[in-house]
């Protein structure tokens, strides 16, 4: 199938090109023309499965079949996608504009940490397709900045994050001030009980959609571990990087304390390092995305808050520098790679605390990750009773000497 055969424009088949896609993925394949023949939507969407494309092309193509003459200056917004975080916000909005770009449909975002009155201005000049944080949406409404009347399509994107992140409430308010007559997409990578509740309410006989195992990761991401003590993972990571020969590498840590810690003692190694987590302010985590993009910075350490969200394209590496607490954010993480068929590679440093969430990891998977030998120049360094017992070991004995990352940055 191509995406010729989906009922979509020209000026919408051209941005795709654009973009070098020519096929599209199975959720697009099947979302499209749901969308397009007007049916609410409830889908199973794993990361980096193409979801944002699965409800940005058709609505941009119900939009253009709407009265695409009309001044966007004399209307509210028409569709509303609601997003859990700013950087999904930010991917969406990016995708929206890059598709659309032929259409001369506008879009809009709005999420927190940034100043309003930019956003507040582009509201002014009129869009059609606004993309949200609820927090942001209705701090706008509230001051009479942002109209929703007018919203005839709404899509809620990665619905299980934002129940998780607490937003249940403010969805809710805002369902409230939306008409009644609109269709509902709803896309989530898990289906709990409040989600299943939340689409019982919202949709009107939804189609299902559910092309792959839930909490399935890319298929052609590789998954290995290494087995390693806590005080040993700045070196390995080091030197994996330095002898593997590793290009644009994303690696995760728990904290905010634990990123900066990791990305201070990468960067006394002689590493380009930029860090994204939570206390962080937009504007410094818009630049540390943008100059990873640009392959300007080689090492991205973040916590989950980017775990969904940051699309970069041909990213080879993902490393759990260490493990999440809940295991479906590791499916999640190691999504950043492996993308829109290409090939990617995950890496996860496991010390002997981490080990039961490394079984609840294996749990969720249902099979076991392939454990990597240490390098002999890591494992040299620490006596081989310190060594976590699940660890694969090239030698009997401790041989001290090899040189740490600290060693080496003095």
């Known amino acids: 199938m191509a995406f010729t055969s989906l009922g979509l424009s020209e000026a919408l088949l051209r941005a795709i090109t654009e973009q070098g896609y020519g096929t599209p993925t199975p959720i697009q394949a099947r979302a499209i023309p749901a969308v397009l023949e007007g049916r609410d939507l409830l889908a199973a969407a794993q990361t980096g499965t193409g979801k944002t494309a699965a409800f940005t092309l058709p609505l941009l193509q119900r939009l253009l079949a709407d009265s695409p003459s009309r001044d966007p200056r004399r209307r509210p917004p028409r569709a509303l996608v609601l997003v859990p975080t700013r950087e999904l916000a930010a991917q969406v909005g990016d995708s929206v504009r890059a598709y659309g770009r032929h259409t001369g449909l506008r879009a809009a975002t709005v999420y927190g940490g940034v100043g309003l009155n930019p956003q507040v201005a ?23 900045q942002a109209d929703l009347s007018g919203i005839g399509f709404l899509v809620l994107d990665e619905a299980d994050r934002m129940l998780d992140m607490g937003f249940i409430h403010d969805l809710k308010r805002i369902l409230a001030l939306l008409p009644r007559a609109r269709q509902n997409l709803l896309f989530s990578a898990t289906f709990p009980d409040d989600i299943r509740t939340l689409a019982a309410g919202l949709l009107n006989r939804p189609l299902s959609i559910d092309v792959a195992p839930r909490n399935a990761p890319a298929q052609r991401v590789s998954q290995t571990v290494y087995h390693v003590p806590q005080q040993g993972k700045p070196d390995l990571l080091a030197h994996l990087m330095s ?20 990305a201070e003692r990468l960067e006394q190694g002689g590493f380009q390092v930029a860090v994204i987590h939570g206390n962080k302010s937009q504007t410094a985590r818009t630049q540390a995305l943008a100059a990873f993009k640009a392959d300007r910075v080689r090492i991205l350490v973040a916590t989950d808050i980017a775990a969904r969200g940051l699309d970069i394209q041909q990213l080879p590496h993902v490393v759990n520098y260490e493990l999440p607490h809940v295991p479906e954010d590791y499916v999640h993480r190691i999504g950043r790679t492996g993308r829109a068929g290409a090939d990617g590679a995950a890496v996860s440093l496991v010390c002997r605390e981490e080990t039961p969430q490394l079984r609840d990891i294996e749990r969720l998977l249902g ?12 494992e040299s360094l620490f006596p081989a009773d310190t060594l976590p017992d699940a660890a694969p070991s090239r030698r009997k004995n401790a041989r001290p000497g090899a040189p740490s990352l600290a060693r080496r940055t003095r």
């Open 122 to 144: 582009a509201l002014r000049r009129g869009v059609d397709i606004l993309i949200a944080t609820p927090g942001r949406l209705l701090d706008l409404v509230g001051q009479g």
């Open 243 to 262: 002898e593997g020969g590793w290009g644009q590498t994303l690696v995760f840590t728990r904290t905010k304390r634990g990123a900066n810690k990791l």
């Open 367 to 378: 099979r076991r990750l392939a454990a990597q030998p240490l390098p002999e120049v890591i």
